[in-house]
């Protein structure tokens, strides 16, 4: 099973500021993590997937990078409705799907 | 658009039994794989099980594996998880989701989530 870790585990900034979360996985998974966001009360959402490619809709301001094990959400320009938890998920060797544990974007 | 809507979530005692029903809209259900992800109170998502398009290739998670049975109705648009010998620690919310890519692609990249239907097993 391949494990992700997410850090940190809560990251509080402003409005404006720029985000970087981080994703490592156990194991190589190529280019294979998908980003989702969560807001309180809601479904998730994707966001990012096979590393790069934003979702239908996604802003620009949203981008991922990394490959291996090693992966990094960066969030330009803070919005106030980017404040919310965001999963990491891979699917190089599934079953099972795995999710790294969450990062909460709060508001500092 | 596409619509999930997730039901038959409740309150139940351990050992029983729950088939939770997931009706789809806004797309041609048949052709995307779907898949069920719990969210335990204040945790992360947990996958859970995954249908393929055609309803013939079924992936669970261990920690479910022998007790939860996902399956499709394509000509009513309805995913299902039937849930038995249910235990404390499968107390979450139960999200459907749909698959990014058309069959017989499975994806498991999840680009629309229903709201979630609450699952509680406690006596």
């Known amino acids: 099973e391949i494990l992700l870790t997410q850090s940190p585990a809560t990251l509080s900034l402003s409005p404006g500021e720029s985000a970087t979360l981080s994703c490592r996985a156990s194991h190589s998974i190529g280019s294979y993590l998908a980003w989702y966001q969560q807001k309180p009360g809601q479904a998730p959402r994707l966001l990012i997937y096979?590393?790069?490619n934003r979702a239908t809709g996604i802003p620009a301001r949203f981008s991922g990078s990394g490959s291996g094990t090693d992966f990094t959400l960066t969030i330009s320009s803070l919005e106030p409705e980017d404040f919310a938890v965001y999963y990491c998920q891979q699917r190089r060797n599934w079953p099972p799907l795995t999710f790294g544990e969450g990062t909460k974007l709060e508001i500092k | 658009e596409v619509q999930l809507l997730e039901s038959g979530g409740g309150l139940v005692q351990p050992g029983g039994s729950l088939r939770l029903s997931c009706a789809a809209s806004g797309f041609t259900f048949s052709n995307y794989a779907m898949s069920w992800v719990r969210q335990a109170p204040g945790k992360g998502l947990q996958w859970v099980s995954t249908?393929?398009?055609?309803?013939?290739?079924?992936y669970y998670a261990d920690s479910v594996k022998g007790r939860f049975t996902i399956s499709r109705d394509n000509s009513k648009n309805t995913l299902y998880l039937q849930m038995n010998s249910l235990r404390a620690e499968d107390t979450a919310v139960y999200y459907c989701?749909?698959?990014?890519?058309?069959?017989?692609?499975?994806?498991?990249?999840?680009?629309?989530w229903g709201q979630g239907t609450l699952v509680t097993v406690s006596s």
């Open positions: 096979d590393t790069t």
């Open positions: 249908l393929s398009g055609s309803g013939g290739s079924t």
């Open positions: 989701a749909k698959d990014l890519y058309r069959s017989p692609l499975i994806s498991v990249l999840l680009d629309f």
